[in-house]
């Protein structure tokens, strides 16, 4: 579906996400569910993390749209225009078990 004046999608999320993951792992921090051209804010915060970084990827069209790599402690703010999903993965050297403790607020609307 696509966002457009007739149709029009907001929606925000505000939570936090214990992880886990040995080695590298990621998961959906947030899906578009097929609706096209949203558009909106992030905030990131990695409250916690223990043997490892936290890295963000945006997708877009299939595609990586940009990467982000947070520590500890650390917030980041971003504007996103038109991305289908976002994951959130823990990278840490082979075989280490890596814990994030992620918090996240999102809020979109359409372009």
């Known amino acids: 579906m696509k966002c457009s004046k ?7 999320f505000n939570e936090c996400i214990p992880f886990n993951s040995a ?5 959906v921090l947030w899906d578009s569910n097929d609706i096209q051209n949203t558009c909106g804010t992030l905030i990131l915060s990695n ?3 223990f043997g490892g970084s936290m890295t ?3 997708i877009q069209n ?6 982000l790599n947070i520590q500890e402690g650390e917030s980041i703010a971003i504007s996103i225009s038109d991305i289908d999903r976002i994951h959130a ?10 814990k994030l403790n992620v918090c ?4 979109y609307d359409c372009c």
Not at 6 to 12: A, L, N, S, V
Not at 62 to 67: D, L, V
Not at 89 to 98: K, N, S, V
Not at 104 to 107: A, D, G, M, R
């Open 6 to 12: 007739k149709h029009r999608f907001t929606d925000e």
């Open 23 to 27: 080695g590298l792992g990621s998961f």
């Open 47 to 49: 409250k916690e993390s």
């Open 56 to 58: 963000i990827f945006g």
């Open 62 to 67: 299939g595609s990586t749209a940009f990467i």
């Open 89 to 98: 993965g823990c990278l840490a050297p082979d075989g280490q078990l890596c």
């Open 104 to 107: 996240y607020k999102i809020s």
